[in-house]
């Protein structure tokens, strides 16, 4: 499958991979791939983040503080804390009690010092998604914008970072072309 990538897409997944070490995070994620695809320039799918407004009033600073709470909270969407609210469990009070016990940081797992990290079962799943949309919208290579995409389709913290700031799967594919016409996996 990787054959099939563009150079921008490849940038995406060695800058996810830098994230992760950076966090020293046990697994590349998918809010590492997200976070690589925020620092990218001059492709197909920074122009989508760009024209939806996400270079605008340091939005992607608030998509990588969102990613960085949802870590704080051992990943849990802000949709699962507020499930677990309805419920009486107070997710934000455990992780202030884990980290005054355990410092800051404590459930976000990282802990690896050195070694290749693997792609997690989300991470993988993006990628997956990706050649599905390149393929959906009879792209011969996957580029970042199937890899944007992707993530804005399947469900979890980068979807629920990017939703929030009006990124959303058909939101993307108007900007890419023009219509929303297939939809992504």
Same mark, same amino acid.
């Given at each position: 499958?990787?054959?099939?990538?563009?150079?921008?897409?490849?940038?995406?997944?060695?800058?996810?991979?830098?994230?992760?070490? /950076?966090?020293? +995070?046990?697994?590349?994620?998918? !809010?590492? %791939? %997200?976070?690589?695809?925020?620092?990218?320039?001059?492709?197909?799918?920074?122009?989508?983040? !760009?024209?939806?407004?996400?270079?605008?009033? *340091?939005? @992607?600073?608030?998509? *990588? @503080?969102?990613?960085?709470?949802?870590?704080?909270?051992?990943?849990?969407?802000?949709?699962?804390?507020?499930? %677990?609210?309805? &419920?009486?469990?107070?997710?934000?009070?455990?992780?202030?009690?884990?980290? /005054?016990?355990?410092?800051? !940081?404590? %459930?976000?797992?990282?802990? @690896? &010092?050195?070694?290749?990290?693997?792609?997690? @079962?989300?991470?993988?799943?993006?990628?997956?998604?990706? &050649?599905?949309? +390149? &393929?959906?919208?009879?792209?011969?290579?996957?580029?970042?914008?199937?890899?944007?995409? +992707?993530?804005?389709?399947?469900?979890?913290?980068?979807?629920?970072?990017? +939703?929030?700031?009006?990124?959303?799967?058909?939101?993307?594919?108007?900007?890419?072309? !023009?219509?929303? /016409?297939?939809?992504?996996?």
């Amino acid at each position: 499958m990787f054959e099939r990538f563009t150079k921008g897409a490849r940038d995406v997944v060695k800058g996810a991979v830098t994230h992760a070490e /950076q966090e020293r +995070a046990q697994s590349v994620d998918a !809010g590492h %791939l %997200l976070l690589s695809l925020l620092d990218r320039r001059g492709t197909r799918g920074s122009f989508a983040l !760009g024209a939806l407004g996400v270079d605008a009033d *340091g939005r @992607r600073e608030v998509i *990588g @503080r969102s990613l960085a709470d949802a870590r704080r909270r051992a990943g849990l969407s802000r949709a699962d804390a507020d499930a %677990l609210a309805g &419920l009486g469990i107070d997710v934000d009070e455990i992780v202030a009690r884990v980290e /005054q016990a355990h410092g800051v !940081g404590a %459930l976000t797992g990282g802990r @690896r &010092l050195g070694g290749r990290r693997p792609f997690s @079962r989300e991470a993988k799943g993006v990628l997956e998604s990706s &050649l599905r949309s +390149a &393929l959906a919208h009879h792209d011969r290579a996957i580029g970042d914008e199937h890899l944007l995409l +992707a993530l804005t389709a399947r469900p979890g913290i980068a979807a629920e970072a990017l +939703a929030e700031h009006g990124v959303t799967t058909r939101s993307v594919e108007r900007v890419l072309y !023009g219509g929303g /016409q297939a939809a992504a996996s």
